[in-house]
C-alpha cells in the first residue's frame, strides 16, 4: 500500500513541521477516523462539508485544503525555492496572477494561463486524494482487525525518526522554525507516522498468521519435490582438455605409461580451471560438464582411463577417481528448509493479498463528490482513462483563500 505525499518518502530524513496558519490535522482526525470507519458502508451520504466519504468518515474540505496547500509548498523547505500560489479554483486569481509575471506579458491570454493554473490544481489533486483515502482505509483495516497503535509506541517512534534527522531536530521550537515553509504541523507528521505505524502493525499480523506453517503442508510439499530434493550422483575424477585429437593421444599414452595428471596437465591442458589444480575436479555432478563429456564420465568405470572424448571444446581424456550415488534426504532432514520456504511464499502470498484486498473491500466503501473523483473512488468511471484521476471541472471550493 503506498500511501504518499510529494517528499514523504523523506519524510524523517528532514522533518518538516508547522505552519500555525494552516488547520491543524492530527491525532484527533486520525482517532476520529479510527472509530468511524468501523460502522463500514453505512453513512455513505456526503456532508456538505465534505469531498469524500468513507464509512463514516469524512474527508473535509478543511483536511483537503490543509494537505494540497502542504503539497503544494513542500518543496520549498528542501530548496529554499518559493512555491508558487496555491491554485484554487474556480477563478485561480493568484495562480493566474503569477503565471503571468513568470511570462512577463500582461498580453497573455487569461483562459491560457487558467488552463495552466487548472492543470496544476488538478494534479495536486490526484496526489492528495488518494494520499488521504488510503490513509482512512488503513485505519479502518487497523480496527476491522483488532491492531492499534499506543500513544507510547508513537511517540517513541516519534522520538527515534526527529533524532535521527539531519539536522537533528531536539525541540517543537527547532522544529516548526525548520518545517514553516511546507505548511505542515508536528501533529501532521505524527498522524502520518501513525498510519505508518498501523499498517505496519497489520501487516506483521497477516505475516504472523501466514507463518502458521502444518506438518501436513511440509509433508505435502516434500512429497510433491522429492525429484528435485534428492541429491544427484557425483564424481571426483582428473581430467586433461587438448585442442585436438593428436594431443590427446599423447596424453593418454604418458598416463598410460605412469606419467601423473599432476605433471601432464599444467603442460598439456587448455582448461584454464583444471590446469592449475592437475586436473583435478572433485563433486561433479552431470550438468557442471557438457553433454558429451558428461554422458561418458558418468558411463565410466572407476579407476580406468578414458577417452579421448570429442566435444565441441575440445578432446578430453580423463579418469573417475571415485563415485558417489544419488541420495534422497529425509523429511525429518528437509523439515527445516521446506518450513522456511513455505513461509516466505505463504507470507509474500498474505502479502499481496492484503493490498489488492484492501482496495476491493473499501473501494466500495469510499463515496466521492462529483468533480473529486479518483480511481479509489466507489463511483470512479469504469473507463481506464476516465478512472485514472480526479475529473475536471467540478472543483470549485476544494479550497478556499
Given at each position: 500500500m503506498t500511501i504518499a505525499v510529494r517528499g514523504q518518502q523523506a519524510r524523517f530524513a528532514s522533518i518538516r513541521g508547522e505552519l500555525p496558519r494552516r488547520p491543524r490535522i492530527g491525532m484527533?482526525?486520525?482517532?476520529?477516523?479510527?472509530?468511524?470507519?468501523?460502522?463500514?458502508?453505512?453513512?455513505?451520504?456526503?456532508?456538505?462539508?465534505?469531498?469524500?466519504?468513507?464509512g463514516n468518515a469524512s474527508i473535509t474540505t478543511a483536511m483537503l485544503d490543509h494537505w494540497l496547500a502542504v503539497a503544494n509548498d513542500t518543496n520549498q523547505a528542501s530548496t529554499g525555492v518559493a512555491a508558487p500560489p496555491l491554485p484554487l479554483p474556480p477563478d485561480y486569481t493568484k495562480c493566474v496572477a503569477a503565471q503571468r509575471k513568470s511570462a512577463g506579458s500582461t498580453a497573455t491570454n487569461t483562459s491560457t494561463l487558467k488552463a495552466l493554473c487548472t492543470q496544476s490544481y488538478e494534479a495536486l489533486l490526484n496526489q492528495i486524494l488518494p494520499f488521504l483515502i488510503q490513509?482512512?482505509?488503513?485505519?479502518?483495516?487497523?480496527?476491522?482487525?483488532?491492531?492499534?497503535?499506543?500513544?507510547?509506541?508513537?511517540?517513541?517512534?516519534?522520538?527515534?525518526?526527529?533524532?535521527?534527522?539531519?539536522p537533528p531536530l531536539k525541540t517543537a521550537a527547532e522544529m516548526n522554525s525548520f518545517l514553516a515553509k511546507s505548511g505542515e504541523t508536528i501533529a501532521d507528521l505524527k498522524?502520518?507516522?501513525?498510519?505508518?505505524?498501523?499498517?505496519?502493525?497489520?501487516?506483521?499480523?497477516?505475516?504472523?498468521?501466514?507463518?502458521?506453517?502444518?506438518?501436513?503442508?511440509?509433508?505435502?510439499?516434500?512429497?510433491?519435490?522429492?525429484?528435485?530434493?534428492?541429491?544427484?550422483?557425483?564424481?571426483?575424477?582428473?581430467?586433461?582438455?587438448?585442442s585436438n585429437q593428436a594431443t590427446a593421444a599423447t596424453v593418454k599414452s604418458l598416463l598410460a605409461s605412469g606419467?601423473?595428471?599432476?605433471?601432464?596437465?599444467?603442460?598439456?591442458?587448455?582448461?584454464?580451471?583444471?590446469?592449475?589444480?592437475?586436473?583435478?575436479?572433485v563433486g561433479v555432478?552431470?550438468?557442471?560438464?557438457?553433454?558429451?563429456?558428461?554422458?561418458a564420465v558418468f558411463a565410466a568405470k572407476q579407476g580406468v582411463l578414458s577417452g579421448p572424448v570429442k566435444t565441441?571444446?575440445?578432446?578430453?581424456?580423463?579418469?573417475?577417481?571415485?563415485?558417489?550415488?544419488?541420495?534422497?534426504?529425509?523429511?525429518?532432514?528437509?523439515?527445516?528448509?521446506i518450513r522456511s520456504l513455505l513461509t516466505q511464499q505463504?507470507?509474500?502470498?498474505?502479502?499481496?493479498?492484503?493490498?489488492?484486498g484492501l482496495t476491493?473491500?473499501?473501494?466500495?466503501?469510499?463515496?466521492?463528490?462529483?468533480?473529486?473523483?479518483?480511481?479509489?473512488?466507489?463511483?470512479?468511471?469504469?473507463?481506464?482513462?476516465?478512472?485514472?484521476?480526479?475529473?475536471?471541472?467540478?472543483?470549485?471550493?476544494?479550497?478556499?483563500?
Open positions: 484527533a482526525f486520525c482517532a476520529a477516523i479510527a472509530t468511524a470507519v468501523v460502522l463500514g458502508a453505512c453513512g455513505s451520504d456526503i456532508p456538505g462539508n465534505a469531498v469524500v466519504q468513507i490513509t482512512i482505509w488503513i485505519q479502518g483495516e487497523a480496527v476491522d482487525r483488532g491492531v492499534t497503535v499506543s500513544n507510547a509506541k508513537l511517540e517513541s517512534s516519534f522520538k527515534q525518526a526527529r533524532d535521527a534527522s539531519n498522524w502520518y507516522l501513525y498510519v505508518k505505524l498501523l499498517y505496519a502493525q497489520v501487516e506483521l499480523k497477516v505475516q504472523k498468521e501466514a507463518s502458521k506453517i502444518t506438518s501436513a503442508q511440509i509433508a505435502a510439499y516434500y512429497e510433491k519435490n522429492l525429484a528435485a530434493l534428492t541429491k544427484p550422483s557425483t564424481r571426483n575424477l582428473h581430467l586433461v582438455e587438448t606419467s601423473s595428471y599432476a605433471t601432464v596437465a599444467p603442460k598439456y591442458s587448455i582448461d584454464p580451471t583444471t590446469k592449475t589444480a592437475g586436473g583435478r575436479m555432478s552431470p550438468t557442471e560438464l557438457n553433454a558429451q563429456l558428461s554422458a565441441a571444446f575440445g578432446y578430453y581424456v580423463f579418469t573417475v577417481d571415485s563415485i558417489t550415488g544419488s541420495s534422497v534426504p529425509s523429511l525429518a532432514a528437509e523439515t527445516a528448509t505463504q507470507v509474500a502470498k498474505a502479502e499481496n493479498a492484503l493490498q489488492s476491493k473491500k473499501w473501494t466500495p466503501r469510499t463515496n466521492c463528490r462529483a468533480g473529486y473523483v479518483v480511481s479509489f473512488c466507489s463511483n470512479a468511471p469504469t473507463t481506464s482513462t476516465a478512472a485514472t484521476g480526479a475529473t475536471t471541472g467540478a472543483a470549485s471550493g476544494a479550497a478556499t483563500g
